[in-house]
């Protein structure tokens, strides 16, 4: 439990990182496969999303990132997918797992929690949606949708970005409309 805990801490960290070097300016490239499909399908977890068609495909090196789109430089969504070392989790067990997942955020002091997490069930997965805004070293801030999911000893994490903050309430509805196409089973 130790060893999931503290790779999803590293993923917790790798996901804020990409998603500030998405809003720093690096330019996305588009793929060629997403101009023609708004569906993501990731393998490992059998797990999909449809993004909008407008979003821009970007190529992470971290090999945990599933995926990372972006509507611009300032709004984005990355998948991350990691052995959570989890027994089973249901309904009924997400009390433990949030004890889990709070300490993962915990690990980031900058990270400040605008309501309290929330038990949910997307695609047909258990899990909890936390919504925070937090702060870099370097100044910029932002807010983050954070999901995470769980399904046969994974961890799903869908976070969805907003920088700067006040753009938060604006793409609240969008992102939840994202997370609505989730599906649990491919």
């Given at each position: 439990?130790?060893?999931?805990?503290?790779?999803?801490?590293?993923?917790?960290a790798g996901g804020v990182f990409l998603g500030r070097k998405v809003i720093e300016g690096n330019e996305p490239k588009q793929s060629a496969s997403a101009a023609q499909?708004?569906?993501?399908?990731?393998?490992?977890?059998?797990?999909?999303?449809?993004?909008?068609?407008?979003?821009?495909?970007?190529?992470?090196?971290?090999?945990?990132?599933?995926?990372?789109?972006?509507?611009?430089?300032?709004?984005?969504?990355?998948?991350?997918?990691?052995?959570?070392?989890?027994?089973?989790?249901?309904?009924?067990?997400?009390?433990?797992?949030?004890?889990?997942?709070?300490?993962?955020?915990?690990?980031?002091?900058?990270?400040?929690?605008?309501?309290?997490?929330?038990?949910?069930?997307?695609?047909?997965?258990?899990?909890?949606?936390?919504?925070?805004?937090?702060?870099?070293?370097?100044?910029?801030?932002?807010?983050?949708?954070?999901?995470?999911?769980?399904?046969?000893?994974?961890?799903?994490?869908?976070?969805?970005?907003?920088?700067?903050?006040?753009?938060?309430?604006?793409?609240?509805?969008?992102?939840?409309?994202?997370?609505?196409?989730?599906?649990?089973?491919?």
């Amino acid at each position: 439990m130790v060893v999931g805990g503290l790779a999803a801490i590293l993923a917790l960290a790798g996901g804020v990182f990409l998603g500030r070097k998405v809003i720093e300016g690096n330019e996305p490239k588009q793929s060629a496969s997403a101009a023609q499909s708004a569906r993501f399908h990731e393998p490992i977890s059998d797990v999909s999303i449809a993004v909008p068609p407008n979003w821009t495909r970007l190529h992470p090196t971290d090999g945990e990132v599933r995926l990372l789109v972006a509507a611009d430089s300032s709004t984005s969504l990355l998948m991350r997918v990691t052995k959570a070392g989890l027994a089973t989790v249901t309904k009924q067990s997400l009390p433990v797992v949030k004890e889990y997942t709070d300490a993962l955020l915990k690990q980031d002091t900058r990270a400040r929690q605008l309501a309290a997490p929330a038990p949910i069930e997307l695609g047909g997965l258990p899990g909890w949606r936390y919504r925070y805004t937090y702060s870099s070293t370097d100044g910029s801030t932002g807010s983050h949708v954070h999901y995470f999911l769980f399904k046969n000893g994974r961890m799903i994490q869908l976070v969805f970005q907003a920088m700067p903050p006040y753009r938060f309430q604006a793409l609240e509805p969008t992102f939840d409309r994202i997370a609505g196409t989730f599906r649990g089973s491919g």
